[in-house]
């Protein structure tokens, strides 16, 4: 068999599993999601307004005055909660092909950004952090969604559904209902049987939106997933 024939095989017996909609791209978070993600939030003035932003965790201290991205930031005080009525978003935006997370503290019609980072560069730095080594390991892009790709073992004809033996049966259930959660993902699984150690052979890429992946107990459940896929 050639090697685009090899292509060709996998191509038309891979397994396709989709939740549809569009990536979701906005969640509210609890204020712990800040730490997790490595950031404090910060009361003082930025360029001589009062208002909230964040720096990395502990890298600042009350009176301290520093300058970054062309901005004089004076910190006040470093907050161990939400300011008062005031509610965390964050959403993903696109910026000439780079994803970009952006936070806000939201209040009515009142929307203040306090921060604006390369999205794959803090999940990155966040799934080391919080020991999720599966899904640091499985990104492969991120966008709107995040890419996450697994192989194992030498390439052949991919096996029918039914052919499927339990550890990847189980984990397309429930890869369906984290993605219910979610609201959208997609799953392309070729599975190749097993090699004469018993090893299993596969190519796994799941996309997931990449805001969700920044709520902990999503996170901790696709790492779960792929950690079980052997």
Not at 10 to 33: C, D, H, M, W, Y
Not at 34 to 45: E, N, S, Y
Not at 136 to 153: D, M, N, P, Y
Request: net charge positive.
């Amino acid at each position: 068999m050639t090697p685009q024939e090899l292509r060709e095989l996998i191509a038309l017996n891979t397994l396709v599993f989709e939740t549809l909609g569009q990536p979701e791209k906005e969640r509210e978070f609890r204020f712990k999601s800040l730490k997790r993600w490595g950031l404090d939030l910060i009361a003082g003035r930025r360029n001589g307004e009062t208002t909230f932003f964040t720096g990395a965790v502990d890298r600042h201290r009350a009176q301290d005055v520093y300058e970054e991205g062309g901005s004089r930031f004076e910190v006040e005080e470093i907050l161990t909660e939400l300011p008062k009525n005031k509610k965390l978003y964050a959403h993903i935006a696109m910026a000439e092909g780079t994803a970009m997370l952006i936070g806000q503290l939201r209040e009515g019609d009142e929307n203040i950004e306090i921060l604006r980072l390369p999205a794959a560069s803090l999940l990155m730095a966040y799934c080391k952090k919080q020991r999720l080594s599966q899904v640091a390991e499985a990104i492969r892009s991120v966008g709107a969604a995040t890419e996450l790709a697994k192989q194992r073992g030498q390439e052949g004809k991919p096996v029918s559904f039914e052919q499927l033996p339990n550890v990847p049966r189980r984990f397309l259930r429930e890869a369906k209902k984290v993605e219910k959660e979610m609201g959208f993902g997609r799953v392309a699984l070729a599975y190749f049987g097993e090699n004469k150690d018993r090893d299993a052979r596969f190519r796994l890429s799941w996309l997931v939106p990449t805001i969700a992946l920044f709520e902990i107990d999503i996170a901790e459940k696709v790492d779960k997933l792929l950690a079980a896929f052997k």
